[in-house]
């Protein structure tokens, strides 16, 4: 991505947040990606990361009407994805995705309480709502009617290394052409910390 495109879309998503009333904190952590597709319209995703502990990490995320985060499941982490603003339809899959599975019944906790889904179905959760995923699950969304503001809460988060993508060639963090001045630091432009030396983010 060029660094031009990351800080239009950080200027971007600094409006979106206000204008829902969130408030960031005062060194926000930035990460934006276009999950290796090279088209941030169509495959892409802003996130600010607002807690990391090692036993838990909160995110606040951003993306534009009909803007997909790929198809993925993690490891490790359990999370809830919850609609702050806006609508957010997520497409979900008790393991990886493959026809032989379309249709197969399976649960997911939806607000708190147990919902039976059908695999490769769609679960739309309007401002508010919250879906929680356990490893294994599935999960690409986009949202609909717009803009959306997403929220999501997690048990100890490794984007290095937490991450299963269904598509193999999809990566995790963008490289970056700096064709301009960066108005923000990314997770990505930091050196590598933590265990192992594994970015988290």
């Not at 800080?7 to 990606?33: C, Q």
């Not at 995110?59 to 999370?79: C, N, S, V």
């Amino acid at each position: 991505m060029k660094r031009s495109a990351i800080n239009r879309i950080v200027r971007e998503a600094k409006a979106a947040f206000a204008s829902a009333g969130w408030h960031l904190p005062p060194e926000p952590r930035w990460d934006v990606t276009d999950f290796g597709r090279g088209d941030f319209d169509c495959c892409g995703l802003l996130l600010v990361n607002l807690a990391e502990e090692p036993e838990y990490c909160e995110k606040l995320m951003y993306a534009r009407e009909g803007q997909l985060t790929p198809m993925h499941t993690h490891r490790l982490k359990k999370e809830d994805i919850i609609a702050r603003h806006g609508r957010l339809a997520l497409e979900l899959w008790p393991g990886p995705p493959a026809e032989k599975l379309r249709g197969e019944r399976f649960r997911v906790s939806v607000n708190g309480g147990p919902r039976e889904l059908e695999a490769g179905g769609l679960l739309v959760l309007e401002a508010g709502e919250r879906v929680t995923l356990t490893p294994g699950i599935y999960h690409a969304f986009r949202p609909e009617g717009g803009p959306c503001v997403i929220g999501e809460v997690s048990t100890a988060n490794d984007d290095l290394n937490d991450n299963i993508f269904a598509d193999p060639d999809i990566g995790r963090f963008p490289g970056v052409e700096e064709d301009e001045p960066a108005e923000v630091r990314l997770v990505s432009d930091r050196p590598a910390t933590g265990p192992g030396g594994a970015r988290h983010g």
